[in-house]
């Protein structure tokens, strides 16, 4: 994956950040959820009663933000070098480590940490330490 530095601006990300921020601060407030995806989405397919149309209208936003987005600007240009197979292959990986921490990079990363979670610290620190170890290994030992 290859990020556009040519046209980044820290002003975007300041401005996403304080987007995903925003966002997530008036899910608990309002509705006294946390803003995990993994979570949110995996309740789908097992849904409570009066516990669905939320998760329905957050994960519709979220197909619907970059669509949004086109109507006012062109999106960045991102390139991703891997091939499907090991894309789906990360995809499971990281969709099975979500699960198997109790949840993913947004619920311990954002709302956690926010929240001084001591279990979503340590899973963001391990998160981030198995990232940069994986990109060390592929990158410098491997290839």
């Known amino acids: 994956m290859t990020i556009d530095w040519n046209h980044f601006t820290p002003w975007s990300a300041l401005a996403g950040g304080g987007l995903i921020g925003i966002s997530v601060a008036l899910l608990i407030l309002l509705n006294g959820r946390i803003a995990g995806i993994t979570g949110i989405i995996g309740r789908l397919f097992k849904p409570v009663k009066g516990d669905v149309a939320w998760r329905i209208a957050f994960t519709f936003g979220l197909i619907i933000a970059p669509i949004i987005w086109l109507l006012f600007g062109k ?48 899973a963001t620190l391990a998160f981030m330490g198995t990232g940069f170890l994986t990109v060390f290994i592929a990158r410098h030992l491997l290839g």
């Open 75 to 122: 999106l960045p240009e991102i390139t991703i070098d891997a091939n499907y197979g090991l894309l789906v292959a990360a995809g499971l990986i990281v969709g099975f480590g979500a699960r198997l921490g109790s949840g993913c990079t947004s619920g311990h990363g954002v709302c956690g940490i926010s929240r001084l979670s001591p279990r979503s610290i340590v």
